[in-house]
């Protein structure tokens, strides 16, 4: 249990009224904005837009699309038709793609929102021509290709069908998805490339994206006209074999509810998996999985457990972590600070995201996704 430096011990609420909830979440749109203009920069001509699906990756679309609106992105990317209602609303100006192309049924309602579904089948491109005869125009939208994810897209062979089908449309933009970009050195990226290229053969004049978050530092650049960064923003690092270039942007507390002494030998939560090796204190915060803090954060002989920091130090979870509480060892934190009522960091500058996905056997990108609803939040910057 390792003592941490002074300077990362701030753990008090931010000075305003406090919270009655028992976790604290708290968004930097300040590092959202950085990180996004650091990305923009590296994307040197291309233009950098930004993914702001699952509820702006758990942090709050409306908050994140306006900060970043403010940083200067004018595209944005959604999963589904709810989202992109959502995001025209709040940049009525922006170009907005669904990456769920044209789901069945959906098209009067993405073609009135002015949104551009991202297209990957013969049979979304006919239901889209055949909105735009409805609607009285040729409507816009990207063509997806899969370079090797085989989920969604049209296959790079059939590019030159796809251009001459899609002369019922207005495309804006060909796509594709990189599978492997977080490893630069992994062969695949370059097929993905080449093939992309191929297709782009059979769309002269057209803008083209591949480069997700950890593309946009893949060596070979492959920005083409616009990358589409997201876990990258949000503070998740985009080149894991390597230092975390991104600023944290999320920074989660929760608050002690529970502080009592054990002898050897009692055990703590469902099952007794936890067995008090010496005299112990422990405390209970009042977070657990319904707040998106994985099950799988329990310990087990192959893995350590999550981690809270109390008064500095580092302090484990223990027993399992159920619905609404985690239990933490708190005998080697400073003396007083683990009482009931005060905050323990769970995430921020000491255990970024990266590292409480790691010791949930899970990914950043899941963590920050399932972020509960019932903590308090906050904005800041």
Request: aromatic fraction near 6%; hydrophobic fraction near 45%; charged fraction near 20%.
């Given at each position: 249990?390792?003592?941490?430096?002074?300077?990362?011990?701030?753990?008090?609420?931010?000075?305003?009224?406090?919270?009655?909830?028992?976790?604290?979440?708290?968004?930097?749109?300040?590092?959202?904005?950085?990180?996004?203009?650091?990305?923009?920069?590296?994307?040197?001509?291309?233009?950098?837009?930004?993914?702001?699906?699952?509820?702006?990756?758990?942090?709050?679309?409306?908050?994140?699309?306006?900060?970043?609106?403010?940083?200067?992105?004018?595209?944005?990317?959604?999963?589904?038709?709810?989202?992109?209602?959502?995001?025209?609303?709040?940049?009525?100006?922006?170009?907005?793609?669904?990456?769920?192309?044209?789901?069945?049924?959906?098209?009067?309602?993405?073609?009135?929102?002015?949104?551009?579904?991202?297209?990957?089948?013969?049979?979304?491109?006919?239901?889209?021509?055949?909105?735009?005869?409805?609607?009285?125009?040729?409507?816009?939208?990207?063509?997806?290709?899969?370079?090797?994810?085989?989920?969604?897209?049209?296959?790079?062979?059939?590019?030159?069908?796809?251009?001459?089908?899609?002369?019922?449309?207005?495309?804006?933009?060909?796509?594709?998805?990189?599978?492997?970009?977080q490893s630069a050195d992994d062969p695949v990226n370059d097929r993905q490339i080449a093939d992309f290229l191929a297709?782009?053969?059979?769309?002269?004049?057209?803008?083209?994206?591949?480069?997700?978050?950890?593309?946009?530092?893949?060596?070979?650049?492959?920005?083409?006209?616009?990358?589409?960064?997201?876990?990258?923003?949000?503070?998740?690092?985009?080149?894991?074999?390597?230092?975390?270039?991104?600023?944290?942007?999320?920074?989660?507390?929760?608050?002690?509810?529970?502080?009592?002494?054990?002898?050897?030998?009692?055990?703590?939560?469902?099952?007794?998996?936890?067995?008090?090796?010496?005299?112990?204190?422990?405390?209970?915060?009042?977070?657990?999985?319904?707040?998106?803090?994985?099950?799988?954060?329990?310990?087990?002989?192959?893995?350590?457990?999550?981690?809270?920091?109390?008064?500095?130090?580092?302090?484990?979870?223990?027993?399992?972590?159920?619905?609404?509480?985690?239990?933490?060892?708190?005998?080697?934190?400073?003396?007083?600070?683990?009482?009931?009522?005060?905050?323990?960091?769970?995430?921020?500058?000491?255990?970024?995201?990266?590292?409480?996905?790691?010791?949930?056997r899970t990914i950043g990108y899941e963590v920050l996704t399932r972020l509960g609803r019932r903590y308090s939040r906050?904005?800041?910057?």
């Amino acid at each position: 249990m390792g003592i941490i430096s002074p300077a990362k011990r701030s753990l008090t609420a931010p000075a305003a009224t406090e919270p009655v909830e028992t976790g604290l979440l708290t968004i930097d749109l300040s590092a959202l904005a950085a990180n996004w203009r650091m990305l923009a920069a590296l994307a040197g001509s291309a233009q950098c837009g930004a993914v702001v699906k699952a509820d702006g990756y758990g942090l709050g679309q409306a908050a994140v699309m306006r900060a970043l609106s403010g940083a200067g992105c004018k595209t944005f990317f959604v999963a589904n038709l709810l989202e992109g209602e959502t995001a025209r609303a709040l940049a009525p100006d922006a170009a907005i793609y669904v990456l769920d192309g044209v789901v069945p049924g959906c098209a009067p309602r993405l073609a009135a929102a002015e949104l551009r579904p991202c297209i990957g089948s013969f049979a979304e491109l006919e239901e889209w021509a055949a909105a735009g005869v409805t609607f009285g125009r040729k409507l816009e939208a990207a063509l997806h290709f899969d370079t090797g994810m085989n989920r969604l897209g049209f296959a790079p062979r059939d590019a030159a069908d796809v251009a001459i089908r899609a002369r019922g449309i207005a495309p804006t933009l060909i796509m594709s998805h990189f599978l492997s970009s977080q490893s630069a050195d992994d062969p695949v990226n370059d097929r993905q490339i080449a093939d992309f290229l191929a297709a782009r053969t059979h769309f002269p004049g057209l803008s083209g994206s591949i480069a997700n978050s950890s593309g946009v530092f893949l060596p070979q650049k492959p920005h083409f006209d616009l990358v589409r960064p997201g876990y990258a923003l949000y503070g998740g690092n985009p080149t894991p074999q390597a230092a975390n270039p991104m600023r944290p942007v999320a920074r989660l507390l929760a608050r002690i509810v529970s502080v009592r002494d054990l002898t050897p030998g009692e055990t703590v939560g469902y099952d007794g998996v936890w067995k008090a090796p010496r005299p112990s204190r422990v405390a209970t915060i009042g977070a657990g999985y319904a707040d998106g803090l994985p099950i799988s954060a329990t310990a087990a002989p192959d893995k350590p457990a999550g981690e809270a920091i109390v008064g500095g130090a580092r302090c484990p979870f223990i027993g399992r972590v159920s619905m609404d509480y985690i239990v933490l060892d708190v005998t080697d934190a400073p003396k007083g600070a683990a009482e009931r009522g005060q905050w323990v960091e769970l995430l921020g500058e000491t255990i970024d995201v990266e590292a409480l996905a790691g010791r949930a056997r899970t990914i950043g990108y899941e963590v920050l996704t399932r972020l509960g609803r019932r903590y308090s939040r906050r904005y800041a910057g």
